[in-house]
């Protein structure tokens, strides 16, 4: 199939969890720029205990805000075929699903871009779950559950770490012994699908500055960075697992390693406690006990509320600088994703430990959520939101094209 033989039809693009599932449905445009354009989006939470469907068009229209609580078996896997089923009837005859496009969080040493999924495949995705215990099980078992019920419809994995790949070992190896670097123990880094659309987005709106040193803070309840130079990944926060790095909601970032080993000697923990303890106690709500959410905390005055904050943006700012040793300099900083697109207060204080650098938020800019958020003269600083779905439906359909 060529790109030309594809002119009509829709994509399902699909971020599979363990209790939720989140869709993007696209119209393919062969005449557009991009190749596919947004029709409609939800999501289904709830699976297993109250499931609830919401969906709405890209304009905004409520297509559905219903409980299927009755639908299914109480599974992700079990509960697709209705989603699917309630998908194409809300598509119009004369646009047929073409292909799903899957978020998957892990492409292990193999894939440095998305891939047709084929039943070998499946497999050798499946066997990268120890690398991604939590995330990866999810992503096979709904490819898994769309090819029973549709095994004519192409399904193509994009993964979260395959833009990185490529990385240079002394950006992406820890200081381990070398026989377990080379068993994979080694940083692959995640949120790629977010870097890499801002790559493209730069590329496209600002093709100077995207050659140049571009560090980019994708700052939601996961929240990591990365220095591209070039449009590529040359190194990222988060490393072997997405705890690394920066805090985040409930991660607390890069930590002491002897924490851990202190935890399991002497408080008794094993592998089960210390996940929970660093994926769902930690970070922003271990230090405030009150949220996870930054925007419960921004402009609370509780004490641990503030140095929940303080510790965030110190942290980001130390991660920025860190990153920009890479590149051996920086030509623009980023932000993306909830907290960067959508908080000033939290951008001006990350801001204000950068000023040294030549980094200077603009108030005015900030507070109105502005594309360019620094003062004239300053080292330039944007807003760009992200979007991963249409960037998995354009590898999608890419990849279908090949
Ligand atoms: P995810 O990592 O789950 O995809 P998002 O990128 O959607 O998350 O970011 C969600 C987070 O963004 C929320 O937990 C919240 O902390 C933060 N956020 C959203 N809106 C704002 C806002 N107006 N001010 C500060 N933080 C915000």
């Known amino acids: 199939m060529t790109q030309s ?10 971020n599979s969890g363990s209790s939720s599932v989140k869709f993007s449905i696209f119209q393919l445009d062969a005449d557009g720029a991009e190749g596919v354009v947004p029709l409609f989006a939800g999501q289904l939470t709830g699976i297993g205990t109250d499931a609830h469907l919401k969906a709405k068009s890209e ?3 409520k297509l559905a805000d219903e409980s299927w609580a009755t639908k299914d078996e109480g599974t992700v896997p079990s509960i697709l075929p209705h989603l699917l089923t309630w998908i194409e009837t809300s598509l119009p005859a004369d646009l047929p699903l073409i292909a799903a496009g899957h978020r998957v969080v892990h492409g292990g040493e193999v894939y440095d871009k998305p891939v047709v999924v084929t039943p ?3 497999k050798q995705l499946e066997s990268f779950s120890p690398l991604a215990p939590l ?7 709904a490819i898994e559950a769309l090819a029973k019920t549709r095994p004519d419809l ?12 490529g990385q240079s070992d002394l950006c992406s ?3 381990l012994p070398k026989r377990l670097t080379d068993q994979g123990i080694r940083s692959y880094g995640f949120h790629g699908l977010s870097y890499e659309y801002i790559a493209h987005y730069l590329k496209q709106e600002m093709p100077d500055l995207a050659k140049g040193r571009v560090v980019v803070a994708h700052l939601g309840n996961g929240a990591s960075l990365s220095v591209l130079e070039d449009g590529k990944s ?8 997405a705890l690394e790095g920066v805090p985040m909601g409930t991660r607390p970032g890069s930590i002491d390693p002897g924490i851990l080993i202190h935890l399991m000697r002497e408080h008794d923990m094993d592998a089960e406690d210390l996940e929970k303890l660093l994926y769902r106690e930690s970070g922003l709500l271990g230090i405030s006990e009150i949220s996870n959410d930054m925007r419960d905390l921004q402009d609370n005055p509780d004490p641990r509320a503030q140095l929940a904050v303080d510790y965030f943006c110190s942290r980001v700012a130390k991660q920025i600088v860190s990153l920009a040793v890479s590149t051996g300099g920086l ?5 993306t994703a909830g907290i960067g697109e959508h908080g000033p207060i939290i951008r001006k204080k990350i801001g204000d430990y950068l000023n040294w650098i030549g980094i200077r938020i603009d108030p005015a800019r900030n507070d109105a959520n502005a594309s360019q958020i620094s003062e004239d003269g300053s080292l330039p600083v944007y807003i760009i939101p992200t979007d991963e779905e249409i960037m998995i439906a354009r590898h999608t359909l890419n990849a279908l094209s090949v």
């Open 135 to 141: 995330h990866q099980p999810q992503n096979v078992a």
């Open 59 to 61: 304009a905004g229209e």
């Open 154 to 165: 192409p399904q193509v994995a994009c993964f979260d770490t395959a833009f990185h790949q």
């Open 331 to 335: 030509d623009a900083l980023v932000f």
């Open 234 to 241: 040359i190194e990222t926060s988060m490393g072997f697992s």
């Open 173 to 175: 190896i820890y200081a």
């Open 120 to 122: 070998e495949i499946l």
């Open 5 to 14: 033989d594809i002119k009509k039809g829709a994509l399902l693009v699909l």
